[in-house]
């Protein structure tokens, strides 16, 4: 199947399962029943659905035959599809839009209205998967909300529309809910409520929830994760738990009025969770995807050439991870101790973890708790970085953690590490962190109770992909939940390429982070590059194609620096799009930046290996902004087409306009290899929609 088409179905399933969940939380009784007037019923909206789902259907049915009369060609492109449609407006519930009176509901019960929509899911589906492997990009049909989509978007479109009505569902529940409140606090005393509030608040009043604590449900990886599941008041028993039909019940602990349990044996791929606990027998599923722990989950397709590291990566005791196991660079999982010693200034392995030495020294949280200085140090790899997590913890005296034991001076909040750089952050899993977890001011973090986890490909000098960075983020917050418990905050910390990789995996995944601490912040590693584009080419202008055409001081005012050094600092920043090796250009100027440990014959060179590895912010990230199949490169985004260079410094009187006029006309653009060219760089549509 092609990747598209597995895409499109995937996020259609994913849909359909959030609408689910929301249609199965509305009590049987209310199904059927208008939450206002001129309003529709739950039923009312599934109806809906199955009528637009049809009519897509047919569409597709429809659009499919007219292109195979007249020649559509097969898909060349495997470029993630969702990112190009403009989702958030369809899901987005403050845009209002009256449907059409021919996809209105007719009445259909709660029941008969999802037999209707099963029934269109299968057409739809079978309309999928007919088209799979077509250039449906070329096939398009107008929306009157959305205009021109073509027929991968109207596919995508059917998931988004189910997502915009399963949070009406969720609204129509509030507003439900909230009525019934105000009911009940007009028939009781003010003291009668007080009480009612006090315990609803120790159990749910609803039927069983089922709640993913350690991630999001459909981003679960190695094999386990954390659920807490929430019974109804009238449950006389602990709930009974089924992971794809095995009784798992046992793994459930009471926790403040819900259960929660680590599950573990997770299948990869779909799981189902089935819960009862609910005196009249009634279920609740919920559909669990894990992935493996080496990954990917959501970043594409395992960056390639790959080298490993970790028979060089240093653990606390001097030794390494040892030899990799496999391809994808796994090595077991080392836990280790180190302690600080009195009036030390650095920690020291521990060796014997049943008896601290005389020399510990005490730390005082930020709870006010005084424990010896013995941090636990663990290390393994994952999505085929190494990771470490490490807190307080005293091995001779302490249970060993878990999500129901916590380390006892943990002050339950998290901080993820970034390190920094970019150039040379490709094709390697790294060999140290960015930041040692043990060493700076992570000393005096530890010693206040945070727990610290980071990953190498949380280092840009490494991994040079901030997506990537951002789906290592979050796998590794997982794993520290598992591990330890949920934390009562999550913050990133970074300086440099920690600081603008914190800015851009907040705003990728939101709820990931709830503050981020960060200096010597940048803009993120692509607003560099471009900027860096931008300066090379003025750069080239003003030192080749004519040295006597601006002055000094006009070259700061057309370029926008501060001064000569940061124009010609941030000339050079554009060496991370230049993948040809060895160019001679400028003073400063390093193309092709490598990590030595990148075998040579791997590179790319465009005359000895054009099908090399390419060193570049666009290959490292290829899977965000698509590859060309012309070329096999990644997409560009850079783009200079109208720019007009020197505007302000015009408008102000700097330079002249025949001195305008001459830099826009030779200034030029580069080519795919960042060679310079006479004409200006059109950057790639698609590439420019996603960076």
């Known amino acids: 199947m092609h990747p598209r088409t597995r895409e499109l179905l995937d996020y259609l399933e994913t849909q359909r399962a959030i609408l689910r969940a929301a249609f199965d939380a509305v009590p049987p009784d209310a199904r059927d029943r208008t939450p206002a007037p001129g309003q529709w019923s739950p039923a009312a ?299 030390g200034k650095e920690f020291k392995p521990l060796a014997n973890t049943r008896a601290l030495p005389d020399d510990v020294a005490t730390t005082t949280t930020l709870s006010g708790r005084s424990v010896p200085f013995v941090v636990r140090v663990e290390t393994g790899t994952m999505n085929r ?106 913050v990133s910390m970074g300086s440099s390429g920690g600081a603008y990789t914190s800015l851009q995996i907040a705003d990728e995944f939101p709820g990931l982070f709830d503050g981020i601490l960060i200096n010597a912040t940048f803009p993120d590693a692509l607003s560099i590059a471009l900027a860096g584009s931008d300066a090379r080419l003025l750069a080239h202008y003003v030192e080749v194609t004519d040295p006597s055409a601006l002055t000094d001081a006009q070259q700061i005012a057309v370029g926008g620096y501060s001064g000569l050094k940061a124009f010609a600092d941030a000339a050079n920043q554009s060496q991370r799009t230049d993948p040809v090796p060895g160019r001679i250009d400028r003073a400063g100027y390093n193309s092709a930046v490598w990590n030595a440990i990148v075998p040579a014959n791997a590179r790319y060179d465009p005359k000895t290996n054009p099908k090399g590895a390419r060193p570049t912010v666009f290959d490292a990230a290829r899977n965000i902004y698509g590859v060309d199949p012309k070329t096999g490169f990644a997409r560009r985004p850079f783009d200079n087409v109208g720019v007009q260079y020197g505007l302000a410094a015009l408008n102000a009187g700097v330079i002249t306009t025949k001195q305008f006029l001459d830099l826009n006309e030779k200034i030029g653009g580069f080519d795919d290899d960042a060679n310079y060219s006479a004409s200006r760089s059109s950057g790639d549509a698609g590439a420019i929609r996603r960076a």
Not at 140 to 169: K, M, N, V
Not at 240 to 253: C, T, Y
Not at 264 to 270: S, Y
């Open 45 to 343: 909206i599934v109806e809906h659905l199955a009528i637009v789902d049809g009519r897509i259907a047919q569409l597709l049915t429809t659009k499919i035959a007219e292109g195979r009369k007249n020649g559509v060609g097969p898909e060349t492109s495997a470029d993630p599809i969702l990112p190009t449609l403009a989702v958030e407006r369809v899901v987005d519930r403050t845009i209002r839009t009256e449907a059409p009176e021919r996809l209105h509901p007719s009445g259909l019960d709660a029941s008969a209205a999802w037999d209707a929509l099963e029934r269109s899911t299968v057409s739809l589906r079978d309309a999928v998967a007919a088209c799979d492997g077509l250039a449906l990009s070329t096939l398009t049909h107008p929306h009157p909300l959305l205009g021109p989509l073509s027929l991968y978007h109207w596919i995508a479109f059917a998931g988004a529309h189910e997502a915009r009505h399963a949070a009406q569902i969720r609204e129509t529940s509030t507003q439900r809910t909230q009525r019934t409140q105000r009911k009940r606090i007009t028939l009781v005393s003010f003291v009668s409520f007080v009480l009612m509030a006090s315990l609803s608040a120790q159990r749910s009043a609803g039927p069983v929830g089922i709640r993913v604590l350690s991630t999001r449900a459909d981003r679960v990886s190695g094999g386990d994760v954390l659920v807490a599941i929430a019974a109804p008041a009238s449950a006389k028993a602990p709930p009974i738990v089924l992971l794809n039909g095995r009784d798992i019940s046992s793994s459930f602990h009471a926790d403040h009025g819900s259960f929660v349990g680590l599950v573990t044996g997770l299948a990869i791929g779909r799981n189902q969770l089935k819960v009862t606990a609910d005196p009249e027998g009634r279920e609740q599923t919920l559909e669990v995807t894990n992935y493996p722990i080496h990954g990917p989950i959501i970043s594409g397709p395992h960056q390639d050439p790959f080298v490993c590291q970790t028979d060089t990566f240093k653990l606390p005791d001097g030794t390494t991870l040892g030899a990799p196991a496999d391809a994808n660079c796994s090595a077991p999982t080392k836990i280790q101790y180190v302690y600080m010693p009195k009036d």
């Open 385 to 490: 970085g190494i990771y470490q997590n490490v807190v307080l913890h005293d091995p001779a005296h302490d249970p060993a953690p878990t999500p129901f034991t916590p380390p006892p001076a943990w002050n339950r909040r998290l901080i993820a590490l970034h390190g920094t750089g970019c150039p040379g952050g490709w094709y390697r899993q790294g060999g140290v962190m960015g930041v040692n977890p043990l060493a700076g001011a992570s000393i005096a973090r530890l010693g206040e109770g945070y727990a610290i986890f980071t990953n190498t490909l949380n280092h840009p000098t490494n991994s040079c992909s901030p997506f990537l960075a951002g789906e290592t983020t979050m796998m590794g917050k997982e794993h520290a939940i598992e591990t330890f418990g949920v934390p009562d905050f999550t």
